[in-house]
């Protein structure tokens, strides 16, 4: 299995690069209006349709790397579309060029072609190098302020001796290994965050949408600097434990989540934008390309359920307060957050091949769309 990870940089571009940065954009925009014009979107159709209608100026690799480029907003624009027809024309607007060949790494500078045996350098700072040092490098990305690399090795998976599963809650993630270890990690800060910057763009009186989409999306910038660093923070050592233990890392399937959280549902509006507005879906991205570069699994499975079952004898109707909950069957007081990532641990077992034969019968099958909604039975409200 091949693992990737990208390291990024800070920089200036040269006034050189600008020109081959706009230049790129512009191939790219080429590119998807002859996409769109003859409805193609298969990466070897668009090469063979739009290839000759580039600038033969530019050396042919970034021709090429701006025809996948390309055909990757087509894809999104083809996704888009089915969802609502109404979608505008896609088109590239950020300053960007991406290569996978022609650069060369050497004595601490990225050398990149502008035309054909006419070289820019980037110098590349400790970090990047310290990185880098004895990984292949497979791609680059520039864009006006910042240079990532991305680059790869190959990883063989490791065979699962348990599982950690991961549940998230308003304030926290907690994980529960198959060895019975708990640990919560407290991301209050990141949801007090968000929940400033609501405040603040809550704020904002003008009626001017240029302006708007400046300023959001300048808060949106500040918002990430101060947010994903905590979540590194937690996704690092959630992998790091289950590196050690040899587990794979069991979350919950993210699909129709916003269902889960929406107007009727009998939740306050606060607690609402507030499970919303959760970053679960970077902490989970992060997690799986963390877990992918050590070889570890990472399993998706639906969360139904997982605080109404019993994660010690299996009993299925488990009520409680807020926080606690109390199985009628085996006794035991549990914690809610804890039962939760303890069943989600126990669905990862399911999928491995020598766990519990019988288990993998009890899989719920789940109706089409019912999956997160509220339903209504005999007048009573239940998850
Ligand atoms: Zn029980």
Redesign the pocket.
């Given at each position: 299995m091949l693992a990737l990870k990208t390291v990024r940089q800070k920089h200036e571009v040269s006034p050189e690069l600008l020109r081959l940065l706009d230049e790129f954009r512009r191939m790219v925009n080429v590119c998807i209006a002859v996409g769109i014009e003859e409805n193609v979107s298969s990466l070897k159709t668009l090469s063979l349709r739009s290839y000759h209608r580039l600038s033969r100026d530019m050396p042919s690799y970034y021709r090429l790397c701006a025809i996948s480029k390309a055909t990757g907003i087509l894809h999104n624009h083809r996704k888009a579309k089915k969802k609502n027809p109404r979608t505008r024309f896609p088109c590239a607007r950020k300053l960007m060029l991406t290569t996978c060949y022609g650069f060369k790494i050497q004595n601490g500078l990225l050398r990149l072609p502008v035309r054909p045996r006419h070289y820019v350098y980037v110098k590349l700072n400790s970090h990047t190098l310290r990185v880098l040092s004895g990984l292949n490098v497979r791609s680059v990305t520039l864009t006006r302020e910042s240079l990532s690399i991305s680059y790869s090795k190959e990883t063989v998976e490791i065979e699962p001796e348990g599982y950690v599963g991961i549940d998230r809650n308003l304030d926290n993630v907690t994980s529960a290994s198959s060895d019975g270890t708990v640990k919560t990690f407290d991301l209050s800060k990141a949801t007090r965050i968000k929940a400033d910057y609501r405040v603040v763009k809550s704020q904002f009186r003008r009626n001017d949408v240029r302006m708007r989409t400046q300023v959001f999306s300048k808060y949106g910038g500040k918002q990430r600097n101060r947010v994903h660093p905590l979540l590194h923070h937690a996704s690092k050592r959630i992998v790091d434990e289950a590196k050690t233990r040899r587990y794979g890392i069991v979350m919950e399937r993210l699909t129709g989540m916003r269902r889960l959280y929406r107007r009727g549902n009998g939740q306050s509006r606060n607690y609402r934008s507030r499970m919303n507005g959760w970053s679960y879906g970077e902490l989970q991205r992060q997690i799986e390309y963390k877990a992918g570069w050590e070889g570890l699994r990472v399993i998706y499975v639906s969360a139904r359920n997982t605080s109404r079952h019993?994660s010690?004898?299996?009993?299925k109707t488990l009520e409680g307060t807020e926080r606690q909950l109390w199985?009628p069957?085996?006794g035991?007081f549990l914690d809610r957050d804890e039962n939760a990532a303890r069943n989600l641990a126990a669905r990862g077992l399911r999928f491995s091949p020598n766990g519990p034969p019988g288990e993998a019968m009890v899989e719920e099958r789940e109706p089409e769309n019912a999956t997160l909604i509220l339903k209504v039975d005999g007048g009573k409200l239940s998850r």
């Open positions: 019993c010690i004898c299996g009993y199985c069957v085996c035991t």
